[in-house]
């Protein structure tokens, strides 16, 4: 089979494609054809070598893929060959034209859903519904400002807080951006690009502010975000590149905080959770994963540059 691996961390060029032995799926463990894989922000930091996980060399990235049950491992109940099915995380890496994964990495994929969107499923899916139903425990009546909406996570938080009934405010970089993230469910868009644009944000709240911010780059915005929060705020960290300074004070006036996590941290019945309401969002169409970018396999370096360039409008996939 043709897989991309690393041999030492470095940039986009130290993801190469190689000839692999197809990999036998032993007990518990499934193998999968793998069709598509999603492309996320943190498959380039771990193959930088920056991540706080870091894989032994050489390894195959990706815990993302779309794809069908090749062949199952004794003992194996809850996959049969055949099954169209998404992948949260892999144990043989997903950038490759087979995975193994263990049988509780799998799961199903409703009919409405094709096997590209599946790739785009398990970490931006998972950390959107994570950060508002088990983090800012998302009331109906609440506003959210989902702050970068137009990438993975982003899109995905609009959908799930519009299915929630919160009034949803959100943000992108681009017109393209900004059309899109109006068309998935953001009530009102704002340019983060545009000066002065949180002021007009918190004058759309009529100067109460906001509940909840999912927050998708805190270094930049965090000091901003704690002035647009209303009484009981919350502000969720999701993503960050680098340090940032806040005044304190602006959370004490309004009783607020700010919480943060990563999705390798999550509890056993928090991902159960997680797998339930998605499944039940895909299959009723209230949950829709949007493939921005199709690129070959291998073409991974490319889509390693590209994810991190500005002008997100959806997932990044590659196609085996
Ligand atoms: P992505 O698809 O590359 O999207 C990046 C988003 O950030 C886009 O919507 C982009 O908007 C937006 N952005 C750019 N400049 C911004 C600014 N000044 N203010 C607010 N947003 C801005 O990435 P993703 O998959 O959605 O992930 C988003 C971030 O969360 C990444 O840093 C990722 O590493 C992190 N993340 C963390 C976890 C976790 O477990 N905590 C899980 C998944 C992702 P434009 O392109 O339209 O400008």
């Not at 380039?44 to 062949?71: C, F, H, I, W």
């Not at 590209?116 to 950060?131: D, S």
């Amino acid at each position: 089979m043709k897989a991309i691996r690393v041999h030492e961390f470095g940039g986009p060029e130290v993801l190469k494609l190689e000839e692999l032995p197809t990999p036998k799926p032993s007990k518990g463990e499934v193998l999968v054809r793998v069709h598509a894989i999603g492309v996320n922000p943190y498959d380039t930091y771990m193959r930088a070598g920056t991540y706080a996980l870091k894989p032994p060399l050489p390894y195959t990235p990706g815990s993302d893929a779309g794809g069908v049950v090749e062949a199952v491992g004794e003992g194996v109940i809850k996959a049969k060959p055949g099954d169209r099915i998404y992948t949260a995380r892999t144990i043989s890496g997903a950038y490759a034209e087979y995975a193994l994964a263990l049988e509780q990495q799998v799961h199903p994929l409703p009919e409405r859903i094709d096997l590209k969107q599946g790739a785009g499923l398990w970490v931006p899916y998972g950390t959107a519904y994570h950060a508002l139903h088990h983090q800012a425990k998302a009331r109906a009546s609440e506003t959210v400002l989902v702050h970068g909406a137009s990438g993975g996570v982003g899109i995905a938080a609009l959908q799930i807080a519009r299915a929630m009934g919160l009034h949803v405010i959100g943000t992108a970089g681009t017109p393209k951006g900004l059309q899109l993230i109006k068309r998935e469910g953001a009530h009102r868009v704002f340019n983060h690009g545009n000066a002065g644009y949180q002021e007009e944000i918190l004058q759309a709240t009529g100067s109460r502010g906001v509940d909840i911010i999912l927050e998708m780059l805190a270094n930049v915005n965090l000091a901003s975000d704690t002035k647009l929060l209303a009484s009981s705020g919350r502000v969720i960290v999701i993503g960050s590149r680098g340090e940032v300074t806040i005044n304190p004070r602006e959370l004490m006036s309004r009783r607020a905080s700010i919480r943060a996590f990563t999705l390798w941290a999550i509890t056993p019945a928090e991902e159960a959770d997680i797998h339930a309401g998605l499944f039940a969002g895909l299959e009723n169409g209230t949950l829709r994963p949007i493939v921005g970018k199709e690129l070959p396999l291998a073409e991974a370096a490319r889509a390693h540059k590209e994810i991190l360039e500005a002008g997100s409008a959806g997932k990044v996939v590659l196609i085996c």
